[in-house]
T-cell receptor, first 113, second 109 residues
Framework: DAGVTQSPTHLIKTRGQQVTLRCSPI?????VSWYQQVLGQGPQFIFQ???????GRGNFPDRFSARQFPNYSSELNVNALLLGDSALYLC????????????FGEGSRLTVL | EDQVTQSPEALRLQEGESSSLNCSYT??????LFWYRQDPGKGPEFLFT???AGEEKEKERLKATLTKKESFLHITAPKPEDSATYLC??????????FGKGTMLLVSP
């Protein structure tokens, strides 16, 4: 069975640019969450979407936005990139909204120069 | 604000040398405490869910326990393949996960 897939796996951007990261959840999973993981730190919650609606937002600036499509896939957008946005961006899916049993993808490694 | 503190930050063990990892937490309305394993360059992999104090879960050489303020991940007779970063997370009343920084475990043959 296919797990959570993310694309691209690696990308390099310069300050001020915009980036879009994509995620396909496990088949049947209706919840998608996004996390940012800076080197040496634990994942930090950015967004959760369930049934195509935003159900939670972490402490991130408005430069970060996301959406979920009818097929439950999701995109994370970051505008006006800063050096500090360099991180591993993780997507996770789960069956329901209220579950900590998340299935993570391998992440998108973003480097901002 | 939910908080999770893990200790130690790093732990080096010899193969077969048992030990424990600690996760201390403060959370508003605990829905669950979760342990994940993360290998370098990979996403976290779910290990256990604990819901109430006194609960224990086991999987191979790992056993997780929960009290009202902390959780322990006990590793019995570890093998080199147990080397990874172990992450603890709590789900509070707002149904989002708060992760600790993790404990990096290295098991030498």
């Amino acid at each position: 069975d296919a797990g959570v897939t993310q694309s691209p796996t690696h990308l390099i951007k310069t300050r001020g640019q915009q980036v879009t990261l994509r995620c396909s959840p496990i088949s049947g999973h209706k919840s998608v969450s996004w996390y940012q993981q800076v080197l040496g730190q634990g994942p930090q919650f950015i967004f959760q979407y369930y049934e195509k609606e935003e159900r939670g937002r972490g402490n991130f600036p408005d430069r970060f936005s996301a959406r979920q499509f009818p097929n439950y896939s999701s995109e994370l957008n970051v505008n006006a990139l800063l050096l500090g946005d360099s991180a591993l961006y993780l997507c996770a899916s789960s069956l329901g909204q209220h579950t900590g049993e998340l299935f993570f993808g391998e992440g998108s490694r973003l480097t901002v120069l | 604000e939910d908080q999770v503190t893990q200790s130690p930050e790093a732990l080096r063990l010899q193969e077969g040398e048992s030990s424990s990892l600690n996760c201390s937490y403060t959370v508003s309305g605990l829905r669950g405490l979760f342990w994940y394993r993360q290998d370098p360059g990979k996403g976290p992999e779910f290990l256990f869910t604990l819901y109430s104090a006194g609960e224990e879960k086991e999987k191979e050489r790992l056993k997780a326990t929960l009290t009202k303020k902390e959780s322990f991940l006990h590793i019995t007779a570890p093998k080199p393949e147990d080397s990874a970063t172990y992450l603890c997370a709590v789900e509070g009343r707002y149904s989002t996960l708060t992760f600790g920084k993790g404990t990096m475990l290295l098991v030498s043959p």
